[in-house]
């Protein structure tokens, strides 16, 4: 006890009894739910805006303002819709850690409720894409080829023909999209997270993303097929000509050695 | 034949039957003669002599699998719609070289490992050539007789490098058909003739439907033709010369030691073929090399980042990313520095290593044969030359990769861009300073190895108390291998006027290189190597009394 | 010669003294060491160890290739099988290459190991002749070729000598001539694109024409002619000229007034053809409005009549003209002015 209370006073007590309560409120919540459906969705999704509000207030406000106003260190959020929030903390972009070139990808510090419930705050600032649902971005029954036209068209000139990743100016990066979930790639087209440019509905609908999606989970999945061996990153000839010169001529250079190498001489008798 | 008319009886002997095929042939090829002078022809064994022999096979198996690869490639641009069996093509509109290419890729059985044997081997081909030839340069082997060699090696490097472009942009997928839009985005740089040259090339504009099928018989025809003459033609040589050897007991400029052909080279040489080509297959069974069904065929409206093309031209593409824009408008018409400058530049950086040796043979003058090769420190102004050219080279391909290494290393692209474009200045001025000096401080050691023997790390401690370190002599074999070098004195201009007091004329040229002369051989370029004098002086010395001498030795 | 491995503590130069005499040049070759035997010349166990070797080397490759064709009929082309550390890999291509690969690099090492351990590895010298001829024979060759210069008359009837430079030269045209129809003349084709007053921007993703609505600040559009179709004999030919990147960006924040003017309400269309050599130039940074090519890292302001701010580029990206046609249709309002892609000579 004596511990807890000597801690009491430090910088992220007042975050963790935020975190604590609202786990509770959380709970309590759902434990007492209310049977009434439309009703309950109304007043959850207040609820969820006015829990949201708390943590945007602790977590957000800071930089991107106590309104969503935005400020010298943040963007404004007004308008940026739920779809983006649930990128940008899904993917631990955010809360930022410090001002740099782009902001990179983290640990998730927030539980997907807290996620949610933040991005519906934010999307009462203003109208703005929401969350997708399943349907919308699961990349089942998609047309692979078709995704990699629109792929090679809109995205591999940033992330690279099978979406490793690449370089912009000055230490900004289009990120590798390796691991990055079906979801999270689908608000990244919708909203054009930092310096990624939108791929919205009006000029990409919502089929193509699918399509999208499912290339990239064709050749940058877990299971995604490199038929005749290692990819080497997938990078290209830099990589290749590197595993050429170290691993194809060293190991040929180590055989001229022991081609050329004087055999063992018996020992002088 | 000899069936019907072998007989028990016959008086004469019949020879074996490979004697007499041999027979048979000498009479019409005259083989006994080529195998007096060749069967037992002596080539000396170190490991560097072996780059060569990888360039070589190397270039054999390009060609075993380039044979088998247009068995089934279709040097065409006629659009087809895919349907074969790789699904995130299906449907897709390409042309027939793209979809023959993803068929031996997934289709034919084996056709992967060719491919992949194929363009790992033209990789590992190029860069054994530059190895070998790096070789050749620091060791001095290009000296007279060999500097015609030396050049025919250079022209091979460089046809090597074209084939192997031709080669990467015939399967007409993403990443090569943007390396041949540089390529023609680079000839439209080209003053006056630029347009005219790109729409002859491409029959038209650009992408047309002609250039796989006019890079395909480049590719597997005039190049590799050439480079085959070429390479019969490099061998011939390196047979007539005899191969060069390291300067050691026995060893001298008019000898050369070794073993002979028949049977141990045959059997190493031989046996490295297949080592070559057993490890060549085994890299390509395990690593991709250029998987062309991921990069999508080509559209001239995509790209892909990470747009390198293989590293043997990654030189030339750091040469065109570093450069700045420079455009000019000359009298009405566009002067695209900003390409043109890299266009003109790129032979350049491979002329300067290649014309070398004959800057060096005008310099020195030196109109001996040179059969032992350098140690590269003997050899200070070649050896921090060709280390310059080498810093130059490697700076270039760092550029070239600019977007790899800022993205895999956290730094800015526009960071790395300036640094290419200040390094491509300073970096090979640095390296000629530092690899002299670095040259000068080893001659300096092997100057003390040869005088006062080697460092036996045995400490002796002498009756008055000192301790000291015993030095070990060198055997008379180290000692003759550690001097048998020669070093030139440097050229002087000579007296002004002749022996009959008329002002002699000197040129501008000789003036050059009589300076240049003194750069390689003067004060501060060599270290003067011991004389016999010296060396006795010192052993004399030590004769009197171990003790005092040794002790003087260590405060030498 | 004395061995290195046996020095007396006291090995010092003086040693030594004995073994190069004084007064001779203590440098000199003292020839080529006597050959020392190895343990195979000397023992016949060893010898056969190493036979054995070789010949196992050899089995090996044997077997190998039959292995090879083994898994040439038993796999099938498409099987995939993940293999660590390789991941997903063809099956028939890595059993294919690595049993290939062991069948080669067996007969290789059994040749090399043959050639190591059993046969003769006595070095001996050959000796070298100076290349350049006795002068005896460059006398007899030069006076051969006098003669037959002579007798050929070359240098006495001029006529005949300067006719044959002349046709010598004058023949390989006949060659060069027959290049002319690699290719049309470039004539004005560089300098025109498909796009024309009155055709719509047609998205790229969904072949419909573009409306202003739906291109929203911060998205990235490809465009391409009306009329162009990927089916079309000419299309990568168009394509390579016409691709289009549009976005949008607020007005105010527009600093080119022509672009402004070229724009509708802060839609703008450029040309997605770097001026640098041609690669597709589309890393638009939405934030910065800069926009980077992939190949060689031309860096262009979008904001400002797309400029050079970095790299090797020689000019601005060309911008199209745009406006809303009848039908609220994003429409183009002529042909780029400039032309599009590299710079060449006649550009101007």
Same mark, same amino acid.
């Given at each position: 006890?004596?511990?807890?209370?000597a801690?009491?006073?430090?910088?992220?007590?007042?975050?963790?009894?935020?975190?604590?309560?609202?786990?509770?409120?959380?709970?309590l919540?759902?434990?007492f739910?209310?049977?009434?459906?439309?009703?309950?969705?109304?007043?959850?999704?207040?609820?969820?805006?006015?829990?949201g509000?708390?943590?945007?207030?602790?977590?957000?406000?800071s930089?991107?303002?106590t309104g969503?106003?935005g400020?010298s260190?943040?963007?404004?959020?007004?308008?940026?819709g739920a779809a983006a929030v649930?990128?940008?903390?899904?993917?631990?972009?955010?809360?930022a850690?410090?001002?740099g070139?782009q902001?990179p990808?983290?640990k998730v510090?927030?539980?997907?409720a807290?996620?949610?419930?933040?991005?519906?705050y934010?999307a009462?600032?203003?109208a703005?894409?929401?969350?997708?649902t399943?349907?919308?971005? $699961?990349?089942?029954?998609?047309d692979i080829a078709?995704?990699?036209?629109?792929?090679?068209t809109?995205?591999?000139?940033?992330?690279?023909?099978?979406?490793e990743?690449?370089?912009?100016?000055?230490?900004?990066?289009?990120?590798?999209?390796?691991?990055?979930s079906?979801?999270h790639?689908?608000?990244?087209?919708?909203?054009?997270?930092?310096?990624?440019?939108?791929?919205?509905?009006?000029?990409?609908?919502?089929?193509?993303?699918k399509?999208?999606?499912?290339y990239?989970?064709?050749?940058?999945?877990?299971?995604?097929?490199?038929p005749?061996?290692?990819?080497?990153?997938?990078?290209g000839?830099?990589?290749?000509g590197?595993?050429?010169?170290?691993?194809g001529l060293?190991?040929l250079?180590?055989a001229?050695?022991?081609?050329?190498?004087?055999?063992?001489?018996?020992?002088? $008798? | 034949?000899?069936t019907?008319?072998?007989?028990?009886?016959?008086k004469?002997?019949?020879?074996?039957?490979g004697?007499?095929?041999?027979?048979?042939?000498?009479?019409r090829?005259?083989? %006994?003669?080529?195998?007096?002078a060749?069967?037992?022809k002596?080539?000396?064994?170190?490991?560097?002599?072996m780059?060569?022999e990888?360039s070589?096979?190397?270039?054999i198996?390009?060609i075993l699998?380039g044979?088998?690869l247009?068995?089934?490639?279709?040097p065409?641009?006629?659009?087809?719609v895919?349907h074969?069996?790789?699904v995130?093509?299906q449907?897709?509109?390409?042309?027939?070289?793209?979809?023959?290419?993803?068929d031996?890729?997934?289709?034919?059985?084996g056709?992967?490992?060719?491919?992949?044997?194929?363009?790992?081997?033209?990789?590992i081909?190029?860069?054994a050539?530059?190895?070998h030839?790096?070789?050749?340069?620091?060791?001095?082997?290009?000296?007279?007789?060999?500097?015609?060699?030396?050049?025919?090696?250079?022209? +091979?490097?460089?046809?090597?490098?074209?084939?192997g472009?031709?080669?990467?942009?015939?399967?007409?997928?993403?990443?090569?058909?943007?390396?041949?839009?540089?390529?023609?985005?680079?000839?439209?740089?080209?003053?006056?003739?630029?347009?005219?040259?790109?729409?002859?090339?491409?029959?038209?504009e650009?992408?047309?439907?002609d250039?796989?099928?006019?890079? %395909?018989?480049?590719?597997?025809?005039?190049?590799?033709?050439?480079?085959?003459?070429?390479?019969?033609?490099?061998?011939?040589?390196?047979f007539?010369?005899?191969?060069?050897?390291?300067?050691g007991?026995?060893?001298?400029?008019?000898?050369?030691?070794g073993?002979?052909?028949?049977?141990v080279?045959?059997?190493?040489?031989?046996?490295?073929?297949?080592l070559?080509?057993?490890?060549?297959a085994?890299?390509?069974?395990?690593?991709?090399?250029n998987?062309?069904?991921?990069?999508?065929?080509?559209r001239?409206?995509?790209?892909?980042t990470g747009?390198?093309?293989?590293?043997?031209?990654?030189f030339?593409?750091?040469?065109?990313?570093?450069?700045?824009?420079?455009?000019?408008?000359?009298?009405?018409?566009?002067l695209?520095?900003?390409v043109?400058?890299p266009?003109?530049?790129f032979?350049?950086?491979?002329?300067?290593?290649?014309?070398?040796p004959?800057?060096?043979?005008?310099?020195?003058?030196?109109?001996?044969?040179?059969?032992i090769?350098d140690r590269?420190?003997?050899?200070?102004?070649?050896?921090?030359?060709?280390?310059?050219?080498?810093?130059w080279?490697?700076?270039?391909?760092?550029?070239?990769?600019n977007?790899?290494?800022a993205t895999?290393?956290?730094l800015?692209?526009?960071?790395?861009?300036w640094?290419?474009?200040?390094?491509?200045?300073?970096?090979?001025?640095?390296?000629?300073?530092v690899?002299?000096?670095?040259?000068? *401080?080893?001659q300096?050691r092997?100057?003390?190895?040869?005088?006062?023997?080697?460092? $036996?790390g045995?400490?002796?401690?002498?009756?008055h108390?000192?301790?000291?370190?015993?030095?070990?002599?060198?055997?008379q074999?180290?000692?003759?291998?550690?001097?048998?070098?020669?070093?030139?004195?440097?050229?002087?201009?000579g007296?002004?006027?002749?022996?009959?007091?008329?002002?002699r004329?000197?040129?501008?040229?000789?003036?050059?290189r009589?300076?240049?002369s003194?750069?390689y051989?003067?004060?501060? $370029?060599?270290?003067?190597?011991?004389?016999?004098?010296?060396?006795?002086?010192?052993?004399?010395?030590?004769?009197?009394?171990?003790?005092?001498?040794?002790?003087?030795?260590?405060?030498? | 010669m004395?061995?290195?491995?046996?020095f007396?503590?006291e090995?010092?130069p003086s040693e030594?003294?004995?073994a190069?005499?004084?007064?001779?040049?203590?440098?000199?070759?003292?020839?080529?060491?006597?050959?020392?035997?190895?343990?195979?010349d000397?023992?016949?166990?060893?010898?056969k160890? @190493?036979?054995?070797?070789v010949a196992?080397?050899f089995?090996? @490759?044997?077997?190998?290739?039959?292995?090879?064709i083994?898994?040439?009929?038993a796999?099938?082309?498409s099987?995939?099988?993940y293999?660590?550390p390789?991941g997903?890999?063809?099956?028939?291509h890595?059993?294919?290459?690595?049993?290939?690969?062991?069948?080669?690099?067996?007969? *290789?090492?059994?040749?090399?190991?043959?050639a190591?351990?059993?046969?003769s590895d006595?070095?001996?010298?050959?000796e070298?002749?100076?290349i350049e001829a006795p002068?005896?024979?460059?006398?007899?060759?030069?006076?051969?070729?006098?003669?037959?210069?002579e007798?050929?008359a070359f240098?006495?009837?001029?006529?005949?000598?300067n006719?044959?430079?002349?046709?010598?030269?004058?023949?390989?045209?006949?060659?060069?001539?027959?290049?002319?129809?690699?290719?049309?003349?470039?004539?004005?084709?560089?300098?025109?694109?498909l796009?024309?007053?009155?055709?719509q921007?047609?998205?790229?993703?969904?072949?419909?024409?573009?409306?202003p609505?739906d291109?929203v600040?911060?998205?990235?559009?490809?465009?391409?002619?009306e009329?162009?179709?990927?089916h079309?004999?000419?299309f990568?030919k168009?394509?390579?000229?016409?691709?289009?990147?549009?976005?949008?960006i607020?007005?105010?924040e527009i600093?080119?007034?022509r672009?402004?003017?070229?724009s509708h309400?802060?839609?703008?269309?450029?040309s997605?053809?770097?001026?640098?050599?041609?690669?597709p130039i589309?890393?638009y940074? /939405? /934030?910065?409005?800069?926009?980077?090519?992939?190949?060689h /890292?031309?860096t262009f302001?979008?904001?400002?009549?797309?400029?050079?701010?970095?790299?090797p580029?020689?000019?601005a990206?060309?911008q199209?003209?745009?406006?809303?046609?009848?039908?609220?249709? +994003?429409?183009a309002?002529g042909?780029?002015e400039?032309?599009?892609g590299?710079?060449?000579?006649?550009?101007?």
């Amino acid at each position: 006890m004596k511990k807890l209370s000597a801690r009491r006073r430090h910088p992220l007590a007042a975050v963790v009894v935020l975190l604590l309560a609202l786990a509770a409120t959380g709970g309590l919540y759902a434990a007492f739910a209310p049977a009434g459906k439309a009703q309950a969705d109304e007043t959850s999704q207040s609820l969820a805006i006015e829990e949201g509000k708390k943590l945007y207030t602790v977590g957000c406000a800071s930089c991107h303002g106590t309104g969503g106003q935005g400020s010298s260190d943040g963007p404004p959020l007004v308008g940026v819709g739920a779809a983006a929030v649930d990128f940008q903390v899904g993917t631990g972009r955010m809360p930022a850690q410090q001002p740099g070139a782009q902001v990179p990808k983290k640990k998730v510090i927030y539980s997907q409720a807290e996620i949610d419930q933040l991005a519906a705050y934010v999307a009462s600032l203003g109208a703005g894409p929401g969350i997708p649902t399943k349907e919308q971005y $699961s990349p089942a029954g998609a047309d692979i080829a078709r995704g990699g036209d629109l792929f090679r068209t809109n995205c591999t000139q940033c992330h690279n023909f099978t979406g490793e990743g690449g370089a912009l100016t000055h230490g900004k990066t289009a990120p590798s999209l390796e691991g990055a979930s079906p979801r999270h790639i689908y608000e990244a087209m919708q909203t054009g997270p930092q310096n990624m440019p939108s791929f919205p509905d009006s000029t990409m609908p919502e089929q193509q993303k699918k399509d999208i999606i499912a290339y990239i989970q064709t050749v940058n999945g877990e299971k995604a097929e490199s038929p005749g061996g290692l990819n080497l990153g997938g990078l290209g000839p830099v990589s290749e000509g590197l595993f050429g010169w170290i691993f194809g001529l060293g190991v040929l250079i180590a055989a001229a050695v022991w081609v050329a190498a004087h055999t063992a001489k018996a020992k002088k $008798s | 034949m000899s069936t019907s008319t072998a007989s028990s009886d016959d008086k004469n002997r019949r020879a074996p039957a490979g004697e007499r095929v041999a027979d048979w042939a000498d009479g019409r090829l005259g083989i %006994y003669s080529l195998a007096k002078a060749n069967m037992r022809k002596i080539f000396p064994d170190h490991w560097s002599f072996m780059l060569g022999e990888i360039s070589l096979y190397s270039f054999i198996i390009i060609i075993l699998t380039g044979v088998y690869l247009t068995l089934f490639f279709h040097p065409s641009m006629n659009e087809v719609v895919y349907h074969g069996s790789y699904v995130p093509l299906q449907g897709v509109r390409m042309s027939e070289a793209y979809a023959s290419t993803v068929d031996i890729s997934f289709d034919v059985r084996g056709g992967l490992l060719i491919r992949q044997i194929h363009h790992w081997a033209a990789l590992i081909f190029l860069a054994a050539m530059l190895v070998h030839m790096m070789r050749v340069f620091f060791t001095g082997a290009f000296r007279k007789p060999r500097e015609i060699n030396w050049l025919f090696g250079f022209l +091979l490097f460089v046809l090597g490098m074209f084939t192997g472009f031709t080669g990467y942009s015939l399967p007409d997928d993403l990443l090569s058909g943007t390396g041949v839009r540089f390529m023609q985005g680079a000839i439209l740089s080209v003053p006056v003739v630029g347009t005219y040259l790109s729409m002859f090339l491409f029959g038209g504009e650009f992408p047309g439907g002609d250039f796989v099928a006019r890079f %395909y018989s480049v590719h597997i025809l005039l190049l590799p033709g050439i480079m085959l003459g070429l390479v019969v033609a490099h061998l011939i040589l390196v047979f007539y010369h005899k191969h060069t050897q390291f300067a050691g007991p026995g060893r001298t400029n008019t000898n050369v030691v070794g073993m002979p052909l028949l049977p141990v080279y045959m059997a190493k040489a031989g046996g490295f073929f297949f080592l070559v080509f057993g490890l060549i297959a085994i890299v390509s069974a395990i690593a991709t090399i250029n998987p062309i069904w991921a990069l999508g065929p080509y559209r001239p409206d995509q790209v892909s980042t990470g747009a390198q093309p293989d590293w043997y031209m990654g030189f030339s593409e750091g040469l065109i990313r570093v450069m700045p824009g420079w455009e000019i408008n000359f009298l009405g018409h566009t002067l695209v520095l900003g390409v043109f400058i890299p266009l003109v530049i790129f032979p350049l950086v491979l002329v300067a290593i290649a014309v070398y040796p004959f800057i060096e043979g005008w310099v020195t003058r030196d109109p001996r044969e040179h059969h032992i090769l350098d140690r590269p420190r003997n050899a200070p102004t070649r050896t921090a030359f060709g280390v310059a050219w080498l810093t130059w080279y490697f700076i270039l391909l760092i550029g070239g990769g600019n977007d790899l290494w800022a993205t895999h290393f956290h730094l800015s692209i526009n960071a790395i861009t300036w640094f290419v474009r200040v390094a491509f200045f300073v970096g090979p001025v640095v390296a000629f300073v530092v690899t002299k000096r670095i040259c000068l *401080g080893l001659q300096r050691r092997d100057a003390e190895k040869v005088l006062h023997g080697r460092e $036996s790390g045995i400490i002796k401690r002498l009756p008055h108390g000192e301790f000291i370190e015993v030095h070990t002599p060198l055997d008379q074999a180290d000692l003759h291998r550690l001097t048998a070098h020669d070093q030139h004195k440097p050229a002087e201009i000579g007296p002004p006027v002749d022996e009959n007091g008329v002002r002699r004329k000197v040129g501008p040229a000789e003036k050059l290189r009589v300076k240049l002369s003194k750069g390689y051989y003067g004060e501060g $370029s060599q270290i003067p190597k011991p004389t016999a004098e010296e060396y006795n002086e010192i052993a004399a010395a030590h004769g009197h009394g171990h003790e005092e001498i040794t002790t003087g030795h260590g405060n030498h | 010669m004395s061995s290195q491995e046996e020095f007396s503590e006291e090995n010092l130069p003086s040693e030594r003294g004995g073994a190069v005499e004084p007064g001779r040049d203590p440098f000199a070759d003292p020839g080529l060491p006597a050959h020392r035997p190895r343990m195979q010349d000397i023992d016949e166990r060893a010898a056969k160890r @190493s036979e054995r070797t070789v010949a196992m080397l050899f089995l090996l @490759s044997m077997v190998a290739t039959v292995a090879f064709i083994a898994s040439f009929v038993a796999f099938p082309v498409s099987k995939i099988v993940y293999v660590w550390p390789l991941g997903h890999v063809s099956i028939l291509h890595l059993a294919l290459g690595l049993t290939l690969g062991v069948a080669l690099f067996c007969i *290789g090492a059994g040749a090399v190991h043959w050639a190591r351990t059993l046969m003769s590895d006595v070095e001996t010298a050959d000796e070298r002749h100076p290349i350049e001829a006795p002068p005896e024979v460059k006398a007899k060759v030069l006076k051969d070729f006098a003669a037959g210069a002579e007798e050929s008359a070359f240098g006495r009837r001029k006529l005949i000598r300067n006719t044959m430079f002349g046709a010598m030269a004058l023949v390989p045209l006949a060659g060069v001539v027959l290049l002319r129809d690699l290719g049309p003349l470039p004539e004005k084709k560089l300098r025109s694109t498909l796009w024309a007053k009155g055709k719509q921007l047609i998205n790229m993703n969904t072949n419909q024409p573009l409306r202003p609505e739906d291109v929203v600040v911060g998205s990235l559009t490809f465009a391409m002619p009306e009329g162009l179709d990927e089916h079309s004999e000419d299309f990568q030919k168009q394509i390579a000229k016409a691709a289009l990147m549009i976005v949008r960006i607020q007005p105010d924040e527009i600093k080119s007034k022509r672009e402004l003017d070229w724009s509708h309400q802060g839609i703008v269309a450029f040309s997605k053809i770097c001026t640098h050599v041609g690669c597709p130039i589309s890393l638009y940074e /939405q /934030q910065t409005h800069h926009v980077l090519c992939p190949c060689h /890292q031309s860096t262009f302001d979008l904001s400002d009549g797309a400029r050079v701010i970095f790299g090797p580029a020689g000019h601005a990206l060309p911008q199209l003209r745009i406006g809303v046609n009848a039908e609220g249709n +994003l429409e183009a309002l002529g042909d780029f002015e400039e032309p599009v892609g590299p710079a060449f000579w006649e550009r101007g």
